[in-house]
């Protein structure tokens, strides 16, 4: 049987703005991507998810992201590598502090937004975000797109490595995301989004925005939790694999 893992970005609300629906999410996802405070989430926010997702034995991943409230992380910021090494360490810390309270702690890195694109490419920041993890916990896993430059050297670093792949977010024919400046970069048909997820997870491939082929073969599918009717979606994502002989399961 094909197994994969099952992520969402959770825990991006921020004081009295909710984002998403933390826990409607957390009773369908296998993994959490858990906000670190640096593009979104606080405190009460991260101890309140950690919290719920340990309650429902889903493993908790810190998604550490630039120092950019105001623009949600979706901002390139050209920050000095030396910097990056500190917030990125910083970020995961503060989640891990959390899910320890909770009775479980942090099992996976996974960089968002822009960052996560920057280091697709970007050899200076994908070698910073390396860094913090040894420093920090060597055996954490981390996440990213295949055949990026971020896992290219976390692999080398002696990293374990986990290749996602996105349910809802069209693809380039170089098999990056495309930018969400750009019409069409997020895919809003639930009927789509599940045929999408099922090739990837069954087929290891994904039809790019020009109708080439993209090979993706991933470990963690991800659906976004801040888009509308996300719950809904995610939903149908996981009953879709499952209907089709897919097993969910965390990958650690």
Known sequence: M???DLNSDLGEGFGIWPMGDDAALLDIVSSANVACGFHAGDPTVLRRVTARAAERGVVIGAQVGYRDLPGF???FIDVDPAELVNDVIYQIAALDGFARIAGTKVRYVKPHGALYNAIVTHAEQAAAVVQAVRLYDSSLPVMGLPGSEWLRQAAEAGLATVAEAFAD???????????RRLPGAVVHDPDEV??????????GTV??????VVSVRPRSLCVHGDTPGAVEIARRVRDGLVAAGVELRPFG
């Open 2 to 4: 094909t197994h994969v």
């Open 207 to 212: 039809e790019a925005v020009d109708g080439s």
């Open 169 to 179: 977010r069209a693809y380039t024919p170089e098999g990056t995301l495309l930018s």
């Open 73 to 75: 992380g979706r901002r």
């Open 194 to 203: 599940v045929r999408r997820t099922v090739r990837m997870a069954v087929e």
